[in-house]
């Protein structure tokens, strides 16, 4: 349109193994605009970005940088050509401080008159530079430790830009913030955006999409599906163009009401803790669950949520309160106790607490299985392909092969990968945090509607979120917490705002 | 070949080849300047020649480094299995050398309580590691330090700061003897080790240590018990340093505090690592590990064959690992290959 594009990516294509990532993407990020880039999990979001900022090459397809052709090598050789990035995971070193943190790799250096080595007081001033473009006013000298995940994020966005940079990449930036921290970030990207800088962007969230993106390409199975002006893709229409067919989030609605029917049928609570709590980490909860019940926790980032989740799945040990399954009080001193008693949990940090990303989907997916029979017998390797293989189909989880290592697979499909893990052990209480984190919202529905399934067969389940939305959407039962205590419980059907409401009366 | 053998070559995904070639070209090189190498006849009643020589003195280290796989793969190591080595001898030779005099009395027990004794102090020295390790956090090189150090000292004061010699016949077949011709050690190395490798592939022990290695907190939340896994493999290392410092001081009929198994804790390492270990955690082979082994064992009659003048067998031992090393890093080979093809595209220009 108006503005020539600053990059321009032609015919991308990506193979791997047993896989085509990315099918001929095309792709113009113009100064001075915000592009979102929108598809489901595997849909080769995640690929792209990694062309575009030098961590992998493509296997076809061409990069222009100001009509130059452009062929990274390394992500430090596409920021030195003005391509920088910021990740959804902060990758900086919270030992370091701000100004060390966002200078790393180009401290500046002392005359050798002035008896060389690094410019401390220069380094300082460079780093106040970067920080004030962003109209930040923090510490350079600070521990970065010492600054929230959010001001940790805008650190590392004024890493991006302290080398002159064209393009900024910003994948899943918000992810790990809450809405002030969103806000505060969003008015640093406009401040970004008016002085020229082309930035890509990516989120799972539709209503960030709205509020900073000029122009959305959706990408669906590697393949792009178009470029579309934001202001005239409506959001039936985006959500259409990612999933290719229309949201099944109407069908989780109907489905819950049967949930809830069961949940309010049973007598005895499957599990009740009493007063259970950890000092400094969750005020002693009562919390009851019920077979074939969704019991929602909703809460905001430190409201205490996953801390009573470990408790409950043996984690980490409470040093008050109890718990009783049955008529008998039971103590978990490990994971392998909790799910000896059928208690299954699915932690927040996939990556680091969920997959085994160098084993195979099949060898993930029989791990708990085989944990739970022990060291003997061992379950035969026809036996597990075959289990593996019921469970990618059944959950529909998109891998190369059943013997493809479990690190290879995207977020969606690792997290479907870690409910085959639990399924396959068919807990009594299958205990779910952020399980859509990271998720696109067609596997968001499916996994949603899989749950509701589990629970009207009998499961019970907890399902831990800070998107509102969703619990109110799926749980028959809500636990409220904010600031590491029960504020209270809801039933479900009820509106986003009285959780809200509830949270606030304790705030 | 099928595509995707002939793709796994490429890519070099077949973990054993390099070592297994490695070993290869230093047979080769021996045979090369001593002909009778690669020969084995049958001599007084039992198979003889330099590789029945090779590897009846790879056995103790064989054993060593096969419970070091375990525990590398469990990101641990264990530098403590020299000082174990030692303890194990000087227990096995006090037990045997006073169960002897008993004996002479009349009465009093005999090989199987003193090969007991031993393996129950390797054994507990492997518990004291894993304890340290697991109940207390330690980082495995700085808990097994504690024993590398203060076990030595313990095994000297057992010792009484002496050789202890042994005149045991029956224990001191147990390093000289043979069984159906085959050198007693390597029998009881291949049975060890046979019995792992049975282990590995029958229970899901495998499955369990590479899910520890590669990710301990996500083996631990799928309900793996890391913390008695990792401790038994600490245990099981112990175990096979104890079953070698026997192996070793029946061979020479005494045990020596001070200088046995000195140093196999890094000759056990490297064997781990030639057989392509990774240190990191996680991927393991037990064959690569024995390959490790016999590389390491091949190399020292190298130099004997060769006549390397004493005093530069290190350094050329060195070469020869860092020349192994080298060809299992991707990262030369590919360098390597680039040279070859330059090279080859070179000429024809």
Not at chain 1, 65 to 70: E, H, K, S, T
Request: hydrophobic share 50%; charged share 15%.
């Amino acid at each position: 349109m108006s503005q020539p594009c600053v990059l321009r990516a032609r015919g991308l294509t990506q193979r791997y193994p047993g896989v085509l990532a990315l099918d001929g993407v095309d792709l113009c990020l113009r100064a001075g605009e915000v592009h979102a880039l929108m598809g489901q999990n595997g849909a080769g979001k995640s690929t792209l970005v990694r062309i575009i900022t030098g961590a992998s090459r493509p296997t076809a397809g061409v990069l222009e940088l100001d009509g130059r052709r452009l062929q990274p090598e390394s992500p430090a050789e596409a920021r030195r050509m003005g391509i920088s990035a910021v990740f959804q995971e902060v990758n900086l070193c919270p030992n370091l401080t701000v100004a060390e943190n966002i200078m790393a790799g180009s401290y500046p250096r002392r005359g050798w008159h002035r008896g060389g080595g690094i410019d401390w007081s220069g380094l300082e001033r460079s780093a106040r530079t970067a920080l004030d473009t962003l109209h930040l006013d923090i510490d350079p000298r600070r521990q970065l430790a010492h600054y929230s995940v959010a001001v940790q994020q805008m650190v590392a966005v004024a890493r991006a830009i302290q080398v002159p940079a064209r393009v900024l990449v910003l994948d899943e930036p918000t992810s790990s913030l809450d809405d002030e921290e969103v806000r505060q970030c969003f008015a640093v990207l406009r401040r970004l955006r008016e002085s020229g800088l082309a930035i890509l962007f990516i989120t799972h969230f539709l209503e960030q999409v709205y509020e900073l993106a000029d122009r959305i390409t959706v990408l669906r199975n590697g393949r792009q599906v178009g470029e579309f002006p934001a202001a005239e893709l409506g959001r039936d229409a985006l959500i259409a163009a990612m999933i290719g067919t229309d949201t099944r989030l109407a069908e989780v609605q109907q489905r819950r009401g049967a949930a809830a029917a069961a949940g309010s049928e049973a007598t005895e609570p499957l599990l009740r803790a009493r007063a259970l709590g950890r000092r400094g980490r969750v005020h002693p909860v009562d919390v009851d669950v019920l077979a074939g019940e969704v019991l929602g926790v909703a809460g905001l980032l430190g409201a205490g949520r996953t801390e009573l989740a470990r408790m409950l799945a043996g984690l980490d040990q409470p040093d008050s309160g109890s718990i009783t399954m049955g008529r008998a009080e039971v103590r978990f001193a490990s994971p392998a106790k909790a799910i000896a008693h059928g208690v299954a949990y699915c932690p927040e940090e996939r990556k680091t607490d969920g997959i085994v990303a160098e084993l195979s989907v099949r060898e993930n997916i029989v791990l708990a299985l085989q944990a739970r029979t022990g060291l003997w017998p061992r379950h035969g390797q026809r036996q597990q392909a075959a289990l593996a293989m019921r469970f990618v189909t059944t959950l529909g989880i998109r891998c190369a092969s059943v013997e493809t290592p479990a690190g290879q697979l995207s977020g969606g499909n690792q997290q479907k990968l870690i409910l085959a893990r639990w399924l396959a052990i068919q807990p009594l209480l299958l205990i779910l945090d952020e399980p859509t984190r990271g998720v696109d919202i067609a596997a968001k529905a499916e996994l949603m509607n899989e749950l509701t399934r589990l629970a009207d067969a009998g499961m019970a389940i907890v399902f831990i979120s800070a998107e509102i939305d969703e619990v109110v959407r799926v749980a028959g039962r809500i636990l409220v917490m904010c600031d590491q205590r029960k504020v209270g419980e809801l039933q479900g059907r009820c509106a986003v705002q009285d959780v809200f409401h509830m949270m606030a009366g304790r705030a | 070949m099928s595509g995707a053998a002939s793709r796994r070559w490429r890519t070099g995904s077949q973990p054993l080849l390099w070592p297994a070639l490695a070993l290869a070209a230093l047979l080769a090189i021996n045979a090369l300047f001593d002909h009778g190498f690669l020969v084995i006849s049958w001599r007084a009643g039992h198979l003889s020649g330099s590789l029945v020589d090779v590897l009846n003195r790879a056995a103790p280290l064989a054993l060593v480094a096969s419970g070091m796989t375990l525990v590398i793969a469990l990101r641990g190591i264990d530098i403590s299995v020299g000082a174990v080595l030692a303890i194990a001898a000087t227990v096995a030779a006090l037990v045997i050398n006073g169960s002897s005099a008993a004996a002479a009395t009349g009465g009093g027990p005999h090989l199987a309580v003193a090969l007991s004794a031993a393996l129950a102090a390797a054994a507990l020295c492997g518990l004291w590691n894993g304890l340290l390790v697991v109940g207390a956090g330690l980082q495995p090189i700085v808990a097994t330090l504690v024993l590398m150090v203060a076990g030595r000292g313990a095994a000297q004061l057992l010792a009484g700061g002496q050789i202890i010699t042994i005149y045991n016949a029956s224990y001191a077949d147990l390093g000289n003897g043979f069984l159906l011709g085959v050198p007693i050690a390597v029998v009881v190395a291949a049975a060890i080790v046979l019995l792992l490798a049975v282990t590995l592939r029958c229970t899901a022990l495998d499955l369990f240590i590479r899910a520890i290695g590669c990710n301990p907190a996500a083996a631990r939340n799928a309900g793996i018990r890391a913390g008695l896994i990792t401790m038994s493999c600490y245990v099981f290392c112990a175990l096979c340093a104890g079953c070698a410092g026997v192996l070793v001081s029946a061979n020479v009929r005494s045990a020596d505090a001070s200088h046995a198994g000195e140093l196999i804790e890094l000759d056990a390492i490297l064997a781990v690592t030639l057989g392509g270990t990774s240190l990191a955690g996680g991927h393991y082979s037990l064959a690569g590990t024995l390959i490790g082994a016999l590389i390491i064992q091949t190399m020292t009659a190298m130099i004997y064959t060769l006549g390397v003048p004493p005093e530069t067998n290190l350094v050329v031992k060195a070469a020869v690992v860092i020349a192994v090393m080298l060809l299992q890093s991707p990262h030369v080979r590919r360098g390597l290959r680039r040279l070859a093809t330059r090279h080859v595209l070179g000429e024809g220009a």
